[in-house]
């Protein structure tokens, strides 16, 4: 989804963004989906806005993380100021719909040493992030006190703990600073003219690397998840202990006394890491569903073990991990308080998943520690993917429809007299579903002409599936409902404003005869609602993971 | 020969349709005869079965709308000068405006975006806000009335609007069981609104009261008795017709 610039995406994030930030920051969000990134001075100029709400919805959109100032990068020894240009975020715009499910994984998911309090906390944390998009540490815990109902000084220990536990396992990190430079689009090799030579190529690289170099002098990467010496110290230990870490720290890098010095740091919600255990879910469901619940629970015990190794949201596999280690993970998880399925016989299981057809979870053999055992998390999407796919075929074109699908994807390319024989089905209802299914982009046909003339009694058509197509196109369709899902609900709202209105504002002096209509909207805003997050689940294995 | 020469041309168009024709992978000729009209409606769709509401769903949708209603509420949510204005806010808000009540009063001090912010130019472009909002930015005090009075609201927007109405149904009930029994329901402690709601909802019930015998109101009310009461007017005039039968 990193590339999905489609417009509907681009008008379901600004139906996002009119319903949680209000019309101003609306049309701002909508100008800058449309043109990409902007100066001031432009946005003035397009948007009509007047200066101070402009100012105050780009203020906002920062805060919320839907856009991103930056600098735009200026050539050595210009002589004006470097410009700030503001670039909106597609992505984490969309990725507000799953706020919910956040904090939905926090309570179901974090088990911390002091049960339930620390998952309260911990929640705590993530909602306030996510309701004000970016707070200081101070602010946090004075955030969590609130929530808790209880003293800022009685939670601010156990609220800079958790605190610190969720930036190691990065479900929070730092916000970026507003100077970062610009990326400079890469040049594609084909844009390249013919006939300028090797030094233009070579100069355009040079230009290219330059722009990174000096992108990692500023790098935000580096100290995403890093954790500052004020939250590190003061954690229990005694004062002999902090006052010799501080004496070690002042030794260290400059970069650790900034975090002591009087720049802020904000902090907000990683929505990736949250993307990941996503994934990761999505992968153990789908093992459940194809094989069974044990070989699902040591993919989860994998999964857990090796997380902290991946390095990118869409890791083809996890770390190997071998048998002993895999046993420990599941004890620790069990031990945590984890529901895991028991397993009686471990290694039976683990035999099993050596001889798996479908290869979502492999081993290997010849290491130190024996056979090691990875999950194929790039095949496990895909078949979560293929099991969407023929979920719509079936329900769009029918049995016959689906086995003619079935035929082709395992086939590779047939005629058309070949897939009827397979699909054992008449000509016509064939030809019908073929190209039923080439208008919906569920396959593409191939023509082999064996004339000069092209004609179409003296040409051959074959057709074939291809898959990294089909997914794209059902990705976009996904996001198409999402849209259409969203804006029936904003016309509902509008439908019945007042009513909305009143109910927002707690008063509850409705008439008789508007209590019909307040049961016909709430049922219809589940409804729509409950909608919109599973569609937002699909969506999530096509686009995101 | 002949045929070659000016009669060719003739032979060669002679059997054919004089029109392109349709065909299909085989060569076979396709019919492309309009059979009728179009139809008048589309094909009925059978629509799938209604989603059952799960409690993972609930808890989600309790989720979102506590987030909704947190930005709704804040100074995060901007909205411009002129959608308060007459005729903008529906009639709740024609109330407020003609009552004198004013919303400022009735929820307090409305933040500023630099109380709840932390304006810092590491973050947010200088250019975006003057000194003084930098310097009063992230106020802690303001902010953690922000936060507590947020944390009040939402333990009222918990409760289920569902909840909320069956609890408002078990109040009608019990105002007009007392209003027929003439007892005050139990407990002096009513508010003013809840007394007014019930001598409202018991004024509807007496306007919609079924208990009348034709289902009228008032008998001497002759607007609704319909085009069947005799008013007696209208026979004074004399049309000059005499005492011949009328038809």
Redesign the interface.
């Known amino acids: 989804m990193a590339e999905l610039v489609h417009p509907e995406a681009c008008q379901l994030a600004t139906l996002i963004v009119e319903?949680?930030?209000?019309?101003?920051?609306k049309e701002i969000c909508a100008l800058l989906l449309r043109k990409g990134y902007q100066t001031?001075f432009e946005l003035a100029k397009t948007s009509g806005c007047p200066r101070a709400?402009l100012?105050?919805?780009?203020?906002?959109l920062?805060?919320?993380n839907c856009i991103q100032?930056f600098v735009l990068e200026q050539e050595e020894g210009a002589k004006t100021s470097p410009q700030?240009v503001f670039q909106p975020d597609l992505l984490a715009i969309l990725h507000r719909l799953r706020?919910?499910?956040c904090?939905?994984h926090i309570a179901d998911t974090w088990k911390g040493t002091n049960g339930q309090d620390e998952t309260k906390i911990a929640e705590a944390i993530v909602?306030g992030l996510?309701?004000?998009?970016?707070?200081?540490s101070?602010?946090i815990y004075?955030?969590v006190a609130?929530?808790l109902?209880c003293a800022v000084d009685d939670s601010t220990k156990a609220t800079k703990k958790l605190l610190c536990q969720l930036i190691s396992s990065h479900y929070v990190e730092r916000?970026p600073?507003?100077?970062l430079t610009l990326p400079k689009p890469a040049i594609h090799p084909d844009a390249m003219a013919k006939g300028r030579g090797i030094s233009a190529v070579a100069k355009a690289q040079e230009e290219q690397a330059a722009n990174l170099r000096r992108l990692d002098k500023v790098s935000y990467g580096r100290d995403r998840f890093r954790i500052p010496s004020d939250l590190r110290l003061d954690d229990g230990h005694s004062a002999a202990e902090s006052a010799l870490k501080r004496q070690k720290l002042s030794h260290s890098a400059s970069t650790e006394a900034l975090d002591m010095g009087t720049?802020?740091i904000?902090w907000r919600v990683c929505y990736e890491e949250f993307n990941r255990s996503f994934r990761h879910a999505a992968c153990i469901a789908m093992i459940s569903q194809a094989r069974d619940e044990e070989a699902a629970a040591i993919a989860s015990a994998i999964l857990t073990k090796t997380r902290h190794f991946e390095t990118r949201l869409k890791e083809q596999e996890s770390q190997p991990l071998s048998a002993a280690m895999i046993k420990a993970s599941l004890e620790e998880m069990m031990q945590s308080g984890e529901e895991v399925s028991p397993i009686h016989d471990v290694d039976a299981v683990l035999r099993e998943i050596e001889r798996d057809d479908l290869e979502m979870m492999t081993s290997s053999t010849g290491g130190p520690d024996g056979t090691m055992y990875q999950v194929q998390l790039d095949t496990c999407i895909n078949l979560a993917r293929l099991k969407t796919i023929e979920s719509i075929v079936g329900a769009r074109f029918g049995l016959l429809g689906l086995r003619i699908w079935r035929a082709l994807f395992l086939s590779g390319q047939l005629e058309?007299k070949t897939i009827q024989d397979m699909a054992i089905g008449d000509q016509k209802d064939t030809?019908q579903l073929l190209y039923g299914m080439l208008k919906g982009g569920f396959m593409a046909v191939t023509e082999i002409p064996k004339s000069a003339d092209r004609a179409?009694?003296r040409?051959f058509?074959t057709w074939r599936v291809r898959r990294d197509i089909v997914s794209e196109r059902i990705g976009l369709d996904m996001v198409h409902s999402m849209f259409n899902i969203a804006s029936r609900l904003h016309t509902e709202s509008l439908l019945n404003?007042?009513l909305v209105?009143?109910?927002?504002?707690?008063?509850?002096?409705?008439?008789?005869t508007h209590?019909q209509q307040?049961?016909h909207l709430?049922g219809a805003r589940?409804?729509l609602?409950?909608?919109l997050?599973?569609m937002d689940e699909l969506n999530s294995v096509f686009n995101d993971f | 020969m002949a045929g070659r020469g000016r009669g060719g041309f003739r032979g060669r168009g002679r059997g054919g349709p004089g029109f392109p024709l349709a065909?299909?992978?085989?060569?076979n000729v396709l019919s492309t005869q309009i059979e009728g009209p179009p139809p008048l409606y589309p094909e009925l769709v059978e629509l799938p079965d209604?989603?059952a509401?799960t409690s993972?769903?609930e808890?989600?949708?309790r989720?979102?709308r506590a987030?909704?209603?947190?930005?709704?509420k804040?100074p995060?949510?901007?909205?411009?000068n002129s959608?308060s204005g007459p005729g903008t806010?529906?009639?709740?808000?024609e109330i407020d405006r003609l009552s004198g009540i004013s919303k400022k009063r009735r929820e307090g001090p409305s933040l500023q975006?630099s109380d709840?912010?932390?304006?810092?130019?590491?973050?947010?472009?200088p250019?975006?806000?003057n000194g003084k909002q930098r310097r009063t930015g992230?106020s802690?005090a303001k902010?953690?009335q922000f936060?507590?009075s947020?944390?009040a609201d939402k333990g009222?927007?918990d409760q289920d609007?569902?909840e909320?109405?069956a609890?408002?149904e078990k109040q009608e009930t019990a105002a007009s069981k007392t209003d027929k029994d003439g007892k005050a329901p139990g407990g002096g402690e009513k508010g003013e609104?809840e007394d007014n709601?019930e001598k409202?909802a018991a004024l509807?019930d007496e306007v919609f009261e079924e208990d009348d015998e034709d289902g009228y109101g008032h008998d001497d009310d002759d607007y609704l008795q319909g085009q069947d009461y005799d008013d007696d007017e209208g026979y004074d005039v004399d049309e000059g017709g005499g005492d011949d039968a009328f038809y």
């Open positions: 319903e949680q930030l209000g019309p101003i920051c001031l709400e100012y105050d919805a780009l203020l906002v920062t805060q919320h100032p700030t706020s919910a499910r904090l939905l909602e996510l309701e004000n998009g970016r707070l200081t101070q602010q004075r955030n609130g929530k109902g916000a600073p507003a100077n720049d802020p904000l058309q030809r179409a009694s040409t058509y404003l007042e209105q009143q109910l927002e504002s707690g008063n509850t002096t409705i008439l008789k209590r307040v049961s709430t589940d409804l609602e409950s909608s997050f599973r | 065909k299909d992978d085989e060569g209604r989603p509401i993972r769903d808890r989600l949708l989720k979102h987030l909704a209603s947190f930005y709704k804040s995060y949510y901007l909205k411009r959608d806010g529906g009639v709740t808000a975006l709840v912010m932390t304006l810092h130019p590491k973050y947010f472009p250019e975006l806000y992230g802690s902010q953690q936060w507590a947020q944390q009222k927007d609007m569902n909320r109405l609890k408002l609104d709601e409202r509807e």
